[in-house]
């Protein structure tokens, strides 16, 4: 039986389920034009699937299985927020895998916000919700700029907080 551990560590492997301090706000500069955009990029929650029972550590073993890539490539992903060759379709591929596996990605390529926020993969809602703006391209781009928006803007407010702490 599969338990769910959204904190449970992944090897060093991936660090995909970054959680931010509740307060956190960020400042959006989208304007009204691209909300009905972002908005069909956003999975209905009343039909969403629900979260499936598998733990990250899990996905990541799962999608590995068709989508191999290096753990040096996820280790650059935790450190930098990108991977280092985004021409490399094999990573992007597993970031959509992964993503589907979770439930954050939808079989339709819509993301399933209350589902990433359970999982406290992003931040908050407002980060998903901008970072929707750079889901373009094929699928597997779609899923990987995603996450790099959100890896990204996790990484550089953990970065503007340690400075804060010195």
Request: charged share 25%.
């Amino acid at each position: 039986m599969n338990q769910r551990r959204a904190g449970a560590p992944i090897c060093a492997l991936l660090l995909l389920a970054i959680a931010l301090p509740a307060g956190t706000v960020a400042c959006s500069m989208m304007n009204n034009d691209s909300a009905e955009q972002r908005g069909a990029l956003l999975a209905d929650p009343a039909t969403a699937k629900k979260m499936p029972d598998i733990s990250m550590q899990d996905a990541v073993a799962e999608c590995n299985r068709s989508f191999v890539i290096q753990p040096d490539y996820l280790s650059e992903l935790n450190e930098t927020g990108s991977f280092p060759d985004e021409t490399d379709r094999i990573p992007l591929c597993f970031m959509r895998c992964y993503l589907q596996t979770l439930g954050i990605l939808t079989e339709d390529e819509k993301v399933n916000k209350e589902t990433a926020m359970k999982l406290k993969w992003a931040s908050s809602g407002e980060t998903i919700d901008e970072c929707l703006e750079e889901m373009t391209g094929s699928p597997c781009d779609k899923a990987y700029y995603l996450t790099r928006c959100v890896m990204t803007r996790a990484l550089v407010d953990g970065k503007s907080k340690d400075n804060k702490r010195k």
